[in-house]
């Protein structure tokens, strides 16, 4: 749709004037383009990104002990690791005990001392 709005006004600006566009008018969308772009990476991707490695980083420190927050709000402590799974213990009183996936935890509370 972008391109499209870019050949009208090109196309239109070229019948009014009565001469081919310029150099640097043909190129002037593809510039704008790459601006977009640029802008697009700096504010999303790059921050995606750096999230991305810290939630990994975070992943692989957990250890037994830790306090950690599931993605859907469980909270509880760690009592067994797997290379993909964790057994969360929810109620100490109760002993009530759940397994998730490692990357289902969102967050680590508190770390074991």
Known sequence: MYMLGLHILSSTAWAAGGQAPSGLQRWGGFITLIFIF????????????????????????????????????????????????????VDKEKDIKIKVNRTAIAAVKGKKE
């Not at 995606?48 to 709000?73: F, P, Y």
């Open 38 to 89: 640029v802008i697009f990476y700096l504010l999303l991707i790059l921050p995606q990104q750096k999230r991305q490695k810290q939630h990994k980083k975070m992943i692989e420190a957990l250890r037994k002990g830790d306090e950690v927050v599931t993605m859907g709000g469980v909270h509880g402590t760690i009592v067994q690791l797997d290379d993909n799974t964790v057994v969360l213990r």
